[in-house]
């Protein structure tokens, strides 16, 4: 079974407006973690695999 155009696999939201909240609250997470080293070793270990 597809999933429905523009819907985000694994999210629990209810329509446009939830997914966008979800989608900003995302961006705002990145940006605010943006320069944290521990976290930017992670994200490049989980790449790599």
Do not use: F, S, T, Y
């Amino acid at each position: 079974m597809r999933a429905p155009v523009g819907h985000h696999p694994g999210a629990d939201h209810a329509g446009h407006k939830g997914q966008g909240g979800m989608i900003r609250r995302c961006v705002i997470w990145q940006n605010r973690h943006a320069e944290d080293q521990r976290l930017r070793a992670v994200v490049d270990r989980a790449h790599v695999a």
